[in-house]
């Protein structure tokens, strides 16, 4: 995707948790196995939630 776009485009307030939490695993240098196993609970929980907002 061309990095126009991508700018352009709002991120849902899942979008931002998961990328939060991206930096928060990369800081103490987590293995990539981690993150993916992170994201992968944070969706299924975004996805039990019905895609409420994170912060409610």
């Known amino acids: ?7 352009s485009i ?3 307030p899942w979008d931002e948790t ?9 800081t103490p240098q ?4 981690t993150l993916a196993t992170y994201r992968h609970w ?3 929980f975004r996805d039990f939630l019905e895609e409420k ?4």
Do not use: C, F, N, W
Not at 18 to 26: K, N, T
């Open 18 to 26: 998961i990328q939060a939490l991206e930096r928060r695993i990369a």
């Open 10 to 12: 709002p991120l849902s």
């Open 1 to 7: 995707m061309h990095p126009s776009l991508v700018e």
């Open 42 to 44: 944070t969706r299924s």
């Open 53 to 56: 907002d994170p912060a409610r």
């Open 30 to 33: 987590y293995s990539g196995k």
